[in-house]
């Protein structure tokens, strides 16, 4: 078996200010890391009950490892109904049972830890669980001492359908308690009510949550919703105000904690809202996930058209010094849309999303890399984009392989089915004949056709092909840096971005195109589509082949 070697990162330099905001300067290990997003349930089933768990997940470190993963950020796994796929929490302190206990999870830190490897966790603190203690206490009375924990109203709000998260899916953001008979607020499904931000006893609460995963060793929180959990009760949902005092103070408590700790921010926001977020001190968000550039990619994969993205590209590169972007092509939702045109996203469902089953929420598009993109051309072009994009790369759990989805799942399960990891029975993710979700058994996406054993053997695959990026991301640094160019005057179709000592290309267009510089340069070609010439030669026009990609190392 061929297994992917990539060298591991070197040491990290110690922070030495335990002040609450220390100079991150000296230690932003988050700048040159893969991060790799994974959920316990669905990852490796240790005990044959059909259900992935911490065991299972310890068992495939080493594999991790092999691949470049630097961060593994986990999905909810605290005791839930599940009714959300473990985003409605009943206990924030807590484990699912089904997946281990606090004994299994510190032995999984410490193997993260021994691989040289970090851990980060999902902290979703927008709503709880209508099964959480804190909510039935809330709703057993108007005089409970949790009644404010949550948002009430005796009467429904006229604007009670507005600011759907789900829109299609939900009725409404308000719902009748059948106890007390008044509405509460809820910006996602009517069993996920909302807390009450403004109470001073659910920010200590929150605190303390922070706290005592901190105090787990965790490396930090990828945190849920972001501009829900910030906005202010008694604001119109569709404009909310912003209490962005409570997402910094947030992020004081976790560098006192724990100074090297990062959080990184699920927020889909416009270019102009960013320094917000971010902070103009860089006291918010240390990450933020880069939807906005998100989008505009998967535009100019469906339609070869590079302007919106260089566009998006040079709107969002003004962050504070010690901010990062994170670049992603998928995650664990639908592809989100809903920052381009109505034009623009019909071209893009047109391409990779044309039957109404593959769309979601009235703006996305619930499908895998893969099976979207169709051509293995294209889809390597995607990911050599996503590591040369100015930020840390993200991916999610089976991308590596290209696995498919499966569209007879409800919503966003469609990409969320088991990881495939062998030809054995049920992928080799379980023993059991009853598994929590369906492993993907026909078709091409089949997993006796797509798993890990069979690409660990072939160097031509896409495991191989997303190694070599890995391994070359972490010899170039200044990818991660702030110092770029977005190169100007290219050919419709043509990406360009310069970092000092390398500059790259790609060619969206499943046609030739041309790039010509205004000034010669002497290059060496590190990475390209096709093998080609690695000496240093003096160029001014660089043909490219369709979908074709070059990095080369500039003199």
Excluded at 31 to 49: A, Q
Excluded at 129 to 137: G, N, Q
Excluded at 536 to 554: C, N, S
Aim: with cysteine; charged share 25%.
């Amino acid at each position: 078996m061929v297994c992917l070697m990539l060298l591991a990162l070197g040491s990290r330099a110690q922070v030495k200010d335990k002040l609450a905001y220390p100079d991150l300067r000296s230690t932003m290990w988050y700048r040159n890391v893969l991060i790799y997003n994974l959920e316990i349930s669905v990852f490796k089933d240790s005990d044959g009950d059909g259900r992935g768990d911490i065991k299972g997940l310890v068992s495939k470190l080493d594999y991790l490892k092999s691949i470049g993963v630097d961060v593994i950020w986990l999905a909810p796994y605290f005791p839930s109904p599940g009714e959300d796929d473990g985003y409605d929490v009943a206990d924030f302190y807590g484990i699912e049972p089904a997946l281990g206990d606090h004994g299994l999870f510190n032995e999984l830190v410490e193997q993260v830890k021994y691989r040289g490897m970090r851990l980060i966790i999902d902290l979703v603190i927008n709503h709880t669980s209508d099964r959480h203690p804190w909510f039935r206490a809330s709703s057993s009375s108007t005089d409970s001492p949790y009644r404010n924990w949550y948002i009430w109203r005796e009467e429904r709000p006229k604007d009670w359908n507005k600011g759907m998260v789900f829109p299609g899916v939900q009725e409404g953001v308000w719902s009748l308690d059948s106890t007390t008979k008044q509405y509460y607020y809820h910006r996602f499904y009517e069993f996920q009510p909302d807390l009450n931000f403004s109470h001073q006893e659910v920010t200590l609460e929150i605190q303390r949550i922070i706290s005592f995963w901190l105090r787990q060793n965790i490396d930090g929180f990828r945190i849920d919703a972001v501009p829900f959990v910030i906005e202010l009760p008694d604001s119109p949902p569709d404009k909310p105000e912003l209490d962005f005092d409570f997402l910094y103070k947030l992020r004081q408590l976790t560098v006192r904690k724990n100074p090297e700790a990062v959080i990184l921010g699920e927020a889909n926001v416009p270019p102009e809202e960013n320094t917000d977020y971010f902070g103009e001190k860089s006291q918010g968000l240390l990450m933020m996930f880069n939807f906005y550039v998100n989008q505009h990619l998967f535009f100019a994969l469906a339609t070869g058209d590079t302007r919106t993205l260089t566009k998006a590209l040079q709107d969002t590169r003004d962050i504070p010094e010690t901010a990062q972007w994170a670049h992603f092509l998928r995650n664990h939702d639908e592809i989100d849309l809903g920052r381009l045109t109505e034009q623009q996203r019909r071209q893009v469902y047109d391409r990779f999303g044309p039957d109404t089953s593959m769309q979601l929420y009235d703006r996305g598009i619930r499908r895998r890399l893969a099976p979207m993109l169709g051509d293995p051309d294209l889809i390597r072009l995607a990911y050599s984009v996503l590591f040369s994009l100015p930020g840390t790369p993200v991916i999610r759990y089976g991308e590596e392989i290209g696995m498919g989805d499966d569209l007879t799942l409800k919503e966003r399960l469609s990409v969320r089915t088991p990881m495939q990891w062998d030809t054995s029975y049920q992928a080799g993710f379980s023993t059991g004949d009853s598994l929590w979700r369906p492993v993907i058994s026909d078709g091409n996406y089949d997993y006796r056709q797509v798993n890990v054993e069979q690409q660990l053997k072939d160097t031509l695959s896409l495991l191989h092909h997303i190694g070599r990026l890995t391994s070359l991301r972490k010899t170039l640094p200044q990818i991660g840096e702030h110092n770029y160019e977005i190169l100007e005057g290219l050919e419709n179709g043509i990406l360009g971005i310069r970092y000092r000592s390398l500059v790259v290309f790609h060619n969206f267009c499943d046609c030739p195109k041309q790039v010509r510089l205004k000034e010669p340069m002497t290059v060496s070609l590190v990475l390209g589509k096709e093998k080609g010439n690695e000496e240093r030669v003096r160029v001014q026009t660089i043909d490219l082949q369709p979908y074709d990609y070059r990095w080369y190392r500039v003199e």
